[in-house]
């Protein structure tokens, strides 16, 4: 199965669209504030263990593409950017917290991406019965 990834038996494409803004959609995304940015997603999706397949900052929102597994719902994975970001951010440049009482807003968008063919669909069922645990199954 091509273009997916495997995890304790699972195997998985799963990819969502996040997209949320700043606060009051206030242009405070540029220069060192976006590069930082762009770092701490980067820092974050490594540290669980999420691809990112593109990423895009712009003055009033982000745009990510990021393939997770299963067991990452995509609020948690917002949660997690928004939450993490915002608070080192805000540490670092003392004019985000002057300017805004909070980094981003409250909402989000998600949308998933990516499909399963059925032909893969099709290659896993018609493979089940060779899995190792299945052996004895088959009889």
């Given at each position: 199965?091509?273009?997916?990834q495997?995890?304790?038996?699972?195997?998985y494409?799963?990819?969502?669209?996040?997209?949320?803004?700043?606060?009051?959609?206030?242009?405070?995304?540029?220069?060192?504030?976006?590069?930082?940015?762009?770092?701490?997603?980067?820092q974050?999706?490594v540290?669980?263990?999420?691809?990112?397949?593109?990423?895009?900052?712009?003055?009033?929102?982000?745009?990510?593409?990021?393939?997770a597994?299963?067991t990452?719902?995509?609020?948690?994975?917002?949660?997690?950017?928004?939450?993490?970001?915002?608070?080192?951010l805000?540490?670092?440049?003392?004019h985000?917290?002057?300017r805004?009482?909070?980094?981003?807003?409250?909402?989000?968008f998600?949308?998933?991406?990516?499909t399963?063919s059925?032909?893969?669909?099709?290659?896993?069922?018609?493979?089940?019965?060779e899995r190792?645990?299945?052996?004895?199954?088959?009889?």
């Amino acid at each position: 199965m091509a273009g997916h990834q495997t995890s304790r038996g699972v195997a998985y494409s799963l990819g969502y669209h996040l997209v949320w803004c700043s606060k009051y959609r206030r242009p405070v995304l540029a220069g060192p504030v976006a590069e930082r940015l762009r770092e701490l997603i980067e820092q974050k999706t490594v540290e669980h263990g999420w691809s990112i397949v593109a990423l895009e900052v712009m003055p009033d929102q982000v745009h990510l593409f990021v393939r997770a597994d299963p067991t990452a719902s995509p609020s948690y994975i917002a949660n997690q950017l928004k939450g993490f970001t915002s608070k080192v951010l805000r540490d670092e440049f003392p004019h985000l917290r002057s300017r805004l009482p909070t980094l981003w807003s409250r909402s989000y968008f998600v949308g998933s991406v990516g499909t399963v063919s059925a032909a893969t669909i099709q290659g896993y069922t018609e493979t089940q019965w060779e899995r190792p645990w299945r052996k004895g199954a088959a009889s």
